[in-house]
Nanobody
Framework: QVQLVESGGGLVQPGGSLKLSCAAS????????MGWYRQAPGNQRELVAI??????RYADSVKGRFTISRDNAKNTVYLQMDSLQPEDTAVYYC?????????WGQGTQVTVSS
């Protein structure tokens, strides 16, 4: 059974930074991609950033502010979030795509507020 454990969420003021981490454990045949989605109240879940086959991709709304990185040896993905704005407030979900199926983390809350 694959588990995704997220950490690093919290409350930050506008303009501040946070770093999210997600570690995958369990038997994973092959990881094609890992990344992050988010969902704000009343909104659909949306892609934030993802590394698929070693190529990073970002939502337009976070380009230049967020940086995704992946440690393949640790099956871990990170999301460095800088210049955070109130509209970044959401539950952030870790995502993993293997050759067999997709997995989701339990979510971590990020709140940007003064």
């Amino acid at each position: 059974q694959v588990q995704l454990v997220e950490s690093g969420g919290g409350l930050v003021q506008p303009g501040g930074s946070l770093k999210l981490s997600c570690a995958a454990s369990g038997t994973i045949f092959r990881i094609n991609g890992m990344g992050w989605y988010r969902q704000a109240p009343g909104n659909q879940r949306e892609l934030v950033a993802i590394v698929m086959y070693e190529s990073p991709r970002y939502a337009d709304s976070v380009k230049g502010r967020f940086t995704i990185s992946r440690d393949n040896a640790k099956n871990t993905v990170y999301l460095q979030m800088d210049s955070l704005q109130p509209e970044d407030t959401a539950v952030y979900y870790c995502y993993l795509k293997s050759t067999v199926r997709e997995y989701w983390g339990q979510g971590t809350q990020v709140t940007v507020s003064s």
